[in-house]
C-alpha cells in the first residue's frame, strides 16, 4: 500500500540555519505530495504541495521539489525563524482507488533556537 | 471562509465510559475524514466518506468505533467503550474530494481524548 517515510526528529537548529528534512515516498498510482505543518495547539495546516514530477510547491520561504526518480519530496528553507518551530508531516494523496485517498508520515519536529 | 470545526475541544473520560465527537465540514466538501493521531505519531486514517457514504474504514476498530455521517455533512465518531489506548488527538478533515487528488484537505483543531 501507499506509505510515507520521513527523517527522524527533533531537528534542533539555530536561527538562520539552513533546514532540510527528508521525505520519501511509496506510491502504486501517481500521487500529488504534500507538507503540512502543526504548530503548538493547532490542527494541521498546509504549507505547500506538488502534483507531478519536477513541480516545486513553496510557501513562506520553504520548498520542495517533487522527484519521481527516487521517489523524494524533502523540505527545505534556506533560513529558519523562531517562529518555524512545529511539527512537519509530509503526505501523498492517491486516486488508486477512485477516491483520495491522504497518507501521512511520522511527522518531524523542528525546533529553532535563537 | 468557514473552516472545520470539531468539539469538544478537550475530553477526559474512564476507561469502558462512552464518549463521542462531532464535525462540521467546510460547506461544499463531499470528502470527509476522520484521524487519529497518537503523541509523537503521524495521523492515521481511521474513517473516510464521500457524501454520506463510506469509502474506507479498513483501520476502524469497528468493534468499538462507530462513525456516521448525516445528511452528507456534519459527522459524530463514538467509541464505546473507551480503552486507555484510545488516548489520542482526534482530527477531521475535509476536501472537495473526487477526482481531486491535487486539492488540499483542510483540518479542525481536533480533539484531545485522555482515557484514564
Known amino acids: 500500500g501507499d506509505s510515507v517515510t520521513q527523517m527522524e526528529g527533533p531537528v534542533t537548529l539555530s536561527e538562520e540555519a539552513f533546514l532540510t528534512i527528508n521525505c520519501t515516498y511509496t506510491?502504486?498510482?501517481?500521487?500529488?505530495l504534500f507538507w503540512y505543518v502543526q504548530y503548538p495547539g493547532e490542527g494541521l495546516q498546509l504549507l505547500l504541495k506538488a502534483t507531478k514530477a519536477d513541480d516545486k510547491g513553496s510557501d513562506k520561504g520553504f520548498e520542495a521539489t517533487y522527484r519521481k526518480e527516487t521517489t523524494s519530496f524533502h523540505l527545505e528553507k534556506g533560513s529558519v525563524q523562531v517562529s518555524d518551530s512545529a511539527v512537519y508531516f509530509c503526505a501523498l494523496s492517491d486516486l488508486n482507488t477512485g477516491f483520495q485517498k491522504l497518507v501521512f508520515g511520522t511527522g518531524t519536529r523542528l525546533l529553532v533556537s535563537p | 471562509e468557514a473552516g472545520v470545526a470539531q468539539s469538544p475541544r478537550y475530553k477526559i473520560i474512564e476507561k469502558r465510559q462512552s464518549v463521542a465527537f462531532w464535525c462540521n465540514p467546510i460547506s461544499g466538501h463531499a470528502t470527509l475524514y476522520w484521524y487519529q493521531q497518537i503523541l509523537g505519531q503521524g495521523p492515521k486514517l481511521l474513517i473516510q466518506?464521500?457524501?454520506?457514504?463510506?469509502?474506507?474504514d479498513s483501520q476502524l476498530p469497528k468493534d468499538r468505533f462507530s462513525a456516521e455521517r448525516l445528511k452528507g455533512v456534519d459527522s459524530t465518531l463514538k467509541i464505546q467503550p473507551a480503552k486507555l489506548e484510545d488516548s489520542a488527538v482526534y482530527l477531521c478533515a475535509s476536501s472537495l474530494g473526487w477526482g481531486a487528488a491535487n486539492t488540499e484537505a483542510f483540518f479542525g483543531q481536533g480533539t484531545r481524548l485522555t482515557v484514564v
Open positions: 506510491a502504486t498510482g501517481y500521487p500529488s
Open positions: 466518506f464521500q457524501n454520506n457514504g463510506v469509502v474506507d
